[in-house]
């Protein structure tokens, strides 16, 4: 998206501290935050972690 993960936070309403932690595997990520990633790219919770769970 070019953004950085901080930008990314700030424009979608997360502490930039969590998302880095969930980012880092340090915090287990939980449904708010999941729905406020999700919208920052535009979809949905669901089809977010389809197109994680091809990804990896």
């Known amino acids: 998206m070019g953004v950085s993960l901080n930008k990314?936070?700030?424009n979608n309403e997360?502490?930039?501290a969590?998302?880095?932690r969930i980012?880092?595997?340090k915090?287990?990520?939980k449904m708010g935050i999941l729905v406020k990633i999700a919208n920052?790219?535009?979809t949905t919770?669901?089809?977010?972690?389809s197109e994680f769970?091809?990804?990896e």
């Open 27 to 29: 915090q287990d990520i």
């Open 40 to 42: 920052g790219f535009e």
């Open 8 to 10: 990314f936070a700030i």
């Open 45 to 49: 919770p669901a089809k977010f972690l």
């Open 53 to 55: 769970e091809n990804y």
């Open 14 to 16: 997360i502490d930039p």
């Open 18 to 20: 969590i998302l880095s």
């Open 23 to 25: 980012e880092n595997l």
